[in-house]
């Protein structure tokens, strides 16, 4: 007579294939938790980086490369922003090329961005793209500046 059920065997099996879809599934999780953080940091350099374009184009024209060109801190993350403001060749010194770069340390002792030092200069070894010859990060703006007529 034959008994209804599942052998041990069976059992062992499907638990295997529960325990592997399940850890399949952890991993996704904790990796949208990483997801997660580099979404609110972007966005907190991204409003870092436009709060400084807003300040250097509140500030008066002839002031800007003294005062502006360097590193600056971002409130609310864990990194350093830089300023790199140059007259544009040509432009009788009426245009200024603005261009704000946020890098930041995120979980993990993740660097996002170039300034693995996060110093907000581009040291030696930093340059990933040595094309340009300036910090690069997802969280960067490039703008240009004109003199505002009197």
């Given at each position: 007579?034959?008994?209804?059920?599942?052998?041990?065997?069976?059992v062992?099996?499907?638990?295997?294939?529960?325990?592997?879809?399940?850890?399949?599934?952890?991993?996704?999780?904790?990796?949208?938790?990483?997801?997660?953080?580099?979404?609110?940091?972007?966005?907190?350099?991204?409003?870092?980086?436009?709060?400084?374009?807003?300040?250097?184009?509140?500030?008066?024209?002839?002031?800007?490369i003294?005062?502006?060109?360097?590193?600056?801190?971002?409130?609310?993350?864990?990194?350093?922003?830089?300023?790199?403001?140059?007259?544009?060749?040509?432009?009788?010194?009426?245009l200024?090329?603005?261009?704000?770069?946020?890098?930041?340390?995120?979980?993990?002792?993740?660097?996002?961005?170039?300034?693995?030092n996060?110093?907000?200069?581009?040291d030696?070894?930093?340059?990933?793209?040595?094309?340009?010859?300036?910090?690069?990060?997802?969280?960067?703006?490039?703008?240009?500046?004109?003199?505002?007529e009197?």
């Open positions: 007579m034959k008994r209804g059920g599942f052998t041990l065997l069976e062992m099996i499907a638990a295997a294939v529960l325990v592997v879809a399940l850890l399949g599934l952890l991993g996704v999780f904790t990796n949208c938790f990483g997801l997660n953080e580099t979404a609110r940091n972007l966005t907190i350099a991204i409003n870092g980086a436009q709060e400084r374009l807003e300040q250097i184009r509140n500030a008066d024209f002839g002031t800007i003294a005062n502006y060109n360097g590193p600056f801190n971002v409130s609310g993350l864990d990194g350093i922003g830089r300023v790199d403001a140059t007259y544009v060749a040509g432009s009788n010194n009426n200024i090329d603005t261009r704000v770069v946020i890098c930041w340390r995120q979980g993990r002792n993740r660097i996002i961005g170039e300034d693995i996060l110093n907000g200069n581009l030696a070894g930093e340059d990933v793209n040595p094309t340009n010859g300036s910090l690069d990060s997802p969280a960067q703006l490039v703008t240009l500046i004109t003199e505002k009197q």
